[in-house]
């Protein structure tokens, strides 16, 4: 599906920058404390400390499973950007690895979307500098 | 913490007309508002020493200089602009007293403006990582998943909430001033589009201009002024993550941290409040604050909800203007004077009889932030 009117592009900003090179290879990427094993999301959290122990070493850059279970959803009836079709869904899973991330659910109609189930992370070109992460179902 | 019960009043209200404004400036409804509030205290504006105003987003110039300049204020001894978005309101009021109290001010005005109905819409501020690539925008969407989850986790129905937007409809017409007094049935409510599923157009609060403002002052000032005082009994403030997502607990708001610091300032019980005004975004924010806050136990706020409990008439009346879902959408300050009119008792029609202590809740951002006041005649 080609939309007519761009997407509005993600902000990328040198802390996330490897993220966003590596959806570009299909990976998803998380930062993980070497300090206390912490989890975050390189594109939420951007700061160089660990919001769990406070640690200031370099977070390692991991590669996720990209799996994970749907936590809650809800589907876009309203529009507020001429690059979104109505009726789109915006679901937040909760990752193996503990975070929880948000992204549009592909693959399957709206109505069969349900809480828990089991969902990967597969990966959106919207232009030549950003490639999107985004879900469908998974086998349990 | 008790230090701080009964020492300050709330002396003076000040309005604007509201609804769609388009020949008013953001700037002269500020200072409507604040002139109202002034003269409504038996004030002038060179009484006032301290002024404490929150963001604007239609207008970024009304900042506290500019009314201190628009109100021809030579000095002051408190000025600043604070920023819990939704929830600044009760915030300021709480900061205000504390100032007082501390003896830096005497009589702080705190001013509010916006003009979603008429002014261009303004683009939603960043910083929130990707959430706009993915066509999350605003705070409804986000409220949403967080109601969503909520009916997942305790069962909570469309029906239930919808319960909610019948009930302060039911205010509302009982308001001249409300935007919204045409009768709304709860069929209304289930075949009314979605914005953002399961949440529909009438969970959703409306949009308007105007502004509002009231005047802080000490108990011992204000027994000198005309109005009937509203004593700050006590208040609190809760504040999470902001962003729903990576949000410790997504559906801990801060408002029970805030409730309970309340509480336990004014040294009383959920049971013990008359008259409720919650900030009401949307009609979940409703059910989540009565559970938050111990009107209820968590799960529990949809069927709290039901049978008229918090109707006018019920065990605890909530939104008696008709809030930001049917009255006007003036942010924490909807709740803020409709509570204190209660207890002056000015509410007319929609009066709460012998309304002795209210509680006013308002909530900023995919309900992060959170601010309680407990206010009594």
Redesign the interface.
Known sequence: MTDQIP?????VTPENKPYWDAAKNHELLLKKCVDCGHYR?P???TANICPNCGSRKPADWVKASGRGKV???????????P??EPE?P?V?AELEEG??????MRGIP?SEIK?GMPVKVIFEK?NEN?T?PQFAPADK | MAKFKDKCAIVGLGYTPQGKLPDWTVRELFLEASRNAIDDAGLKPHDIDGILVELCWTDPTTQCWALQQDLGIKELSLSANYDSMGASGGCKIQLATMAIEAGLCKNVLIAFVEKTATAPAVPYR?GM??????????A??GI???A??HM?QYGTTSEQLGEVAVTVRKHAMLNPKAQMRAPMTLEDHQKS???????HLLDCSILSDGARACVVTSAKHAKDLPQPPVYIMGFGQGHVVM????RHD?LSTGAARSGKHAFKMAGIKPKDVDVLGLYDATTYNIVTQLEELGFCKRGEGGSFVQNGRIGLGGEIPVNTSGGMLSEVYLQGWTGIPEVVSQLRGTCGERQVKDAEIGLVTNQGGFICFHSTLILRR
């Open positions: 997407k509005p592009d993600p902000e999301s594109i939420y959290i936590y809650t959803w809800v589907v876009m009836h309203r529009v507020f950007h690059g979104f789109y915006l937040i975070p929880r991330m948000l992204a549009n709206n809480a919207l950003i999107l | 960043g990582g990707t959430m706009m690539a993915y066509g999350l925008f605003g409804m969407p949403a998943l967080l969503h989850r997942i589009r979605y914005v953002a599923w399961p949440l962003d729903p997502v990576h997504p």
